[in-house]
Structure formats: C-alpha cells, structure tokens
C-alpha cells in the first residue's frame, strides 16, 4: 500500500471541495451513521422523483478524506438513478469510485460508511431493512 | 542519543524484542503508549515461566505448583502496591481500570449513592471514568455533572469548587489526561473533596506509568490503573482504596474464592482484597504485572519522568516548527505527561495516521475514548503520539519526517 496511491489528486479534491455537500430543505429519506473508530460521521438526505428516482440527494458529514470523498463520490453517482439501483451498489463500486487504492481493514470501513448511509435510507424508505454484511462500518 | 543523566536508552531498546520488527519495511517507531506499551523480555519471561514451570490455580490447593502459583501471585500484589506507596491489603487485581471504575460503581455506588445525589465528573475524562457513572447515576437517580476546563487544559478549578458546595457523592477525576496530558492536582482535590463530604475515585492509568505516585500522600479513596499501559501483559491491572471502603463495601462479582461460608439462603464474605476477586483470577497477568514493576523500579521512576519531559521538549521543538502543526494541553512541560495530542493543517488525524503508517511510525488518531474532551476542544479527532522509556529522539524525527510526508501529500 502506498499512501501516495491512496491519496491521488482526485480524493484530495473531492476532501476539500465535496460535491452534493449540504441540506436539501425538502427530502423523503434520511439517514446518518457513524464509524465508531474513527468518528467519522456522513448524513444523506434524498428528494425522491417520479417514478421512485433519486431526483435530488446531498450530504454532510465530518471525517476523514477517504470517507468524505466517497460518500462525495457516492451521491454524483447515485444521482438520477432509480431507488432500485442502491440495492445493486456494492463495496466494489466505491472502491472503483476511489480508483481501487489498496486499503487496510480498518480504512475499509472510512471507505464504506456513505455506503452505508445510503442504504440504510433507501432501503428504509422502500420498506427493507439493510444488514450490514461487514459488520460495524 | 538520551544517555547517562536519564536513562540508557540504547540499552532499554535491547530489552524490547518487539522493536526489532520491520513495518512496512521500516524500523518500528512505536508511539502509541498511552493506548498500551511493548513488554520487556523479562515480562514475556515471566509468563512462559508460570505457564511452563508452575501453573496452578492460586488460594485453593495445598500441592506444590498451588503453593508457588500463590505465593508469586501475592508476590506481585505486594510489589504493585509498593510501587505506588500502598498496602497490599488494600490491592484489588482487577482487568484493568475500566474493571476497577465499574467495580466501583456497582459495589460501592449502588449501597452508597441515593436519590438525588450528586456524582462529579470531569470533562477530561478517558469514558471508562464517565460511562460506569452515567449508568450508576441512571439506576440510583443521582445527578452526573462535570467539571470544566480552562483554555490551557487544565481543570477548572473555579468549576471544580462550584460543584464541591454542592456536596457531591462521588469525585472521579484523571490524574493524568489521556489526551491533553494534563497532570491534575490530586492531594489538592482530595482534600478540597473529602471536605465537601465525597468520595474520591481516580483514574491513574496515565499517571502510574509516567510518574513517580505515591498514593499516602495523595489521600484518593480509590486508585486504580492497568499493567498494560505499564510494560506489563493485557487483562490485569488493580483498585486501590482505602481498607475500611473496601470493607464495608458489598462484594462486586459472586462466586468462588471470594466466599468465607457459603449457605443455603445467604453467604459471607472473604477478606479484603480477595472480597472482590471472585472466581479464577488472571494469574499469569499478575505475575507479569510484578515483573513489569521490577523493570520500572530497576530503571527509576524519577529518571522515567526526566526522560519523557526531554522527548516531549524535543518534540516540541521539532513539531511546533511545521506550519498548520496545533497542540493540545499546557504548554508547560512540567505540567504534563509524555503525550502531545495534535492536528495537522486539514489532515485528518486517520489519513496522518496511515502515511505515519507507512513509514513504520505507529501513533493513535481518533477521539481516545474522550468524546466530551473532544467536542469542548471542539475538534471530531485529533493525532497522539505517546512516549514510554525505550522511545528516543530519533523516533521524534521519524515522526516529524513522517508528517512533512504528509504534508507534501496532502499540498499543505
């Protein structure tokens, strides 16, 4: 692993000048989460389009640059998608996101947590439930 | 190189074999004492000793493995508590201090603490000295409030005296922060308490590692700190209190060893400290725990401290340099123990932490188990690098190299 690697150009800019940051003043899915490791904190808020897009989503958060650069990352991506294609999401997309960096274990979970967050909501709003497979992230 | 008027630094290092590993190809820089510390060899000894030579349950059988297991377990108890200036009567072999501060809670604070009490607290406290508080203050229906900080990072003591008027319970405080460094007063807030009225508990897992303590003169009711912070193994550490608390208090954990007579509806207790040690106790921890307070004792707690305020004044000197480097804690050297909790710029304390990494430096980022602290700070994270005796000023540079790495990474 090389933080060289880890930390391109591309995360250092999405860390200091996050796309999709802030509130939306009407939305119909929340979510927040934390890491308990880091403290690393992301909230996510979706206005929910005609037939059940993504119409609008934004997100705040504090954290490090591999959590608030993915979930940054995240939200362009998820953005016009329909609510179904979040169940597809995989930890391989983020990691695709991030230009698969060779992260440890525990960064894994920075990398995951806007994941998570997104999940958490949509599938709380399409009446699921998401089980984190990874456990605490 | 640190040498003669401190101590042998060179020479400390050959004791640690874990300090010839490699991490990621480089020399180990281990700077993540106040989490836990490397073990000399002679602790590692100790352990393979017990467990190849005498391994035995301790205070039950009369054969000749149950008798040495015994006599070194006590051994150690009788050495830990010299350490500190107590009486091994008074010496409590507990998990660590989270064990000891729940103890606390459950076998003092649910017979002493009523309705309506105050418990004092302190907003530099590690959570092992908050949450057991919380929990007791939520099942008697007492009252938790906290003592404030000054800008500098000390305790307030303006706060600390407002809340002595009204008449605490409970005082738990650190004698040494976790993350600001911060040594507190702790005769002076002992006695300022126990004319209020309350009980002192504190938290020397900082302390007992760093400074020469002497619990006489200290006057705390209950001390507690753990082994590993202290070149010692995991899982053992001990309370100290006062014979009569201890006495009076009920038993925390029921269960064998710590029974005189067990009958059908009731039983009675055993004597202090074995009261509260119920069930089969961490022997081999506590053996290692004695021959981690021999290595501190043959080195000088006076020169442990000396050489920490040097690397920390040479840290300082090599840190504060670097543009967008911010400390945390009193300035004063004399004033605090070997830890410098810090950011750097915008970097946030894990991604410093992973190009540390890289570099073979292992240093702790995060909250350190102090969310209060680090919302008054009013940061979410912040970087620790912790000193211990075989650390030396070649590491701080390793540490500060690391960070302008950081810094060119990151363009700050």
């Known amino acids: ?137 | 190189m640190l040498k003669s008027e401190t101590i042998d630094v060179e020479a400390v290092r050959r004791d640690f074999p874990i300090l010839k590993r490699k991490v990621h190809g480089k020399r180990l820089v281990y700077l993540d004492n106040a989490a836990t510390t490397q073990k000399p060899q002679s602790v590692i000894d100790a352990l393979v000793d017990y467990y190849s030579r005498y391994n035995s349950n301790v205070h039950r059988s009369v054969h000749t493995l149950g008798e040495e297991a015994t006599e070194a377990y006590e051994d150690s108890r009788r050495k830990v508590a010299k350490f500190v200036g107590a009486q091994a009567k008074e010496t409590v072999f507990v998990r660590g201090t989270t064990e000891a501060t729940n103890l606390v809670r459950f076998a003092w604070g649910e017979k002493y603490v009523k309705k309506g009490d105050l418990i004092v607290a302190t907003l530099m406290e590690h959570h092992s000295n908050i949450v057991p508080w919380q929990l007791l203050a939520k099942s008697r229906g007492a009252v938790l409030k906290y003592v404030g900080l000054t800008p500098d990072g000390e305790l307030d003591m303006g706060s600390l005296e407002g809340l002595l008027r009204e008449s605490p319970r409970l005082v738990a405080f650190a004698h040494c922060s976790n993350v600001l460094g911060t040594i507190n007063d702790v005769a002076t807030i002992c006695t300022k308490a126990r004319s209020a009225g309350a009980t002192t508990i504190v938290d020397g897992a900082q302390s007992v590692p760093h400074l020469p303590v002497d619990l006489a003169s200290l006057g705390a009711d209950f001390y507690a700190f753990s082994g590993h912070k202290m070149l010692g193994p995991t899982g053992i550490g001990v309370l100290i209190g006062k014979k009569r608390l201890l006495e009076e208090m009920d038993p925390f954990e029921g269960g064998g060893e710590m029974i005189r007579e067990v009958f059908e509806d009731h039983s009675t207790w055993n004597d202090v400290p074995h009261k509260f040690e119920a069930g089969t106790v961490n022997v081999a921890g506590a053996i290692g725990f004695g021959a981690a307070v021999d290595y501190l004792s043959r080195l000088g707690m006076d020169k442990v401290r000396e050489h920490e305020v040097r690397l920390l004044d040479y840290a300082y000197d090599a840190l504060s340099s670097l543009k967008g480097f911010h400390a945390y804690g009193p300035e004063d050297t004399k004033k605090r123990s070997g830890l410098i909790a810090f950011n750097y710029a915008d970097v946030h304390p894990h991604d410093l932490a992973t190009i540390l990494d890289e570099e073979g430096v292992a240093i702790r980022s995060g909250h350190h188990c102090a969310q209060l602290l680090m919302r008054c700070l009013d940061v979410s994270a912040t970087n620790r690098a912790s000193f211990y005796v075989y650390n030396s000023y070649d590491d701080v540079d390793a540490l500060r190299h690391g960070i302008e790495k950081a810094g060119a990474i990151f363009k700050v």
Request: glycine share 10%; net charge negative; with cysteine.
């Open chain 1, 1 to 137: 692993m090389s933080s060289a690697d880890i930390y391109r150009e591309l995360i250092l800019d999405y860390y200091r000048n996050p796309r999709n940051f802030g509130k939306l003043e009407k939305f119909d899915i929340q979510a927040h989460d934390t890491n308990p490791l880091c403290g690393d904190e992301i909230e996510m808020q979706i206005r929910v389009g005609g037939e059940n897009t993504i119409e609008e989503i934004k997100f705040t958060g504090k954290g490090c640059a591999i959590s608030q650069a993915s979930a940054s990352m995240l939200t362009e991506l998820a953005k016009g998608k329909p609510l179904e294609w979040v169940r597809q999401v995989a930890k391989e997309d983020v990691f695709k996101l991030l230009g698969n960096p060779d992260l440890g274990p525990s960064r894994v979970k920075c990398a995951l947590l806007g994941m998570k967050v997104l999940k958490t909501g949509v599938y709380g709003y399409l009446g699921a439930h998401y089980d984190d497979p990874d456990g605490s992230v």
